[in-house]
């Protein structure tokens, strides 16, 4: 049995997407990024056995395809952290309103321009891990994917700041 892994690293996984870190600091009071976007950038690795009976660990078109989806999603949108302890969110009509906790701020988007994550913040940590998830969940409906073990994502914001977070996968090694 070989085990390896398939690095997917190409120039169409990227997405631009608008957000702001808002946290508590140290005086227990919200402290907020201005809000800005990134040109954002997802590469993927996938990790697992070389099956005797067949040609990859992983058919490169699949894991394309589903990071390509994934890429279209968050395009050119407002990334939201519905979990987020400093943030109040909420949707009304159209729309969708974050309250800055503790202060008068509040933030109003057209519905369609957002994308509502389940995540406590929207850094490159948080997306990094979402999106491992959401490439898990779409692998693991594929019963000839079982022999995969671990899949990392890296969401790089720019030049020399990324973040790498691993999926563990249910493999029978």
């Not at 057209?110 to 491992?132: F, N, R, V, W």
């Not at 995969?148 to 029978?172: D, H, P």
């Amino acid at each position: 049995m070989q085990v390896g892994s398939v690095l997917l690293e190409k120039e169409s996984l990227r997405f631009f997407a608008a957000h702001f870190i808002a946290r508590f600091g140290k005086d227990g009071k919200v402290e907020r990024e201005t809000l800005h976007g990134h040109n954002y950038r997802m590469i993927v690795r996938v990790a697992g056995q070389k099956q005797s009976n067949q040609a990859y660990i992983i058919d490169k078109n699949e894991i394309q395809e589903i990071c390509l989806k994934i890429c279209r999603q968050f395009h050119s949108k407002m990334l939201i952290p519905r979990l987020s302890p400093a943030l109040g969110i909420s949707e009304k009509d159209n729309h969708v309103f974050m309250q800055v906790k503790g202060t008068d701020e509040i933030f109003q988007f057209p519905k369609g321009d957002c994308l509502i994550l389940d995540l406590e913040y929207t850094s490159i940590e948080g997306l990094a891990s979402h999106c491992a998830k959401l490439i898990k969940e779409e692998l693991m409906k594929n019963q000839d994917n079982s022999h995969l073990t671990e899949i990392y994502v890296t969401i790089r914001e720019y030049q020399g700041l990324e973040c790498q977070m691993c999926e563990q996968l249910q493999a029978k090694l």
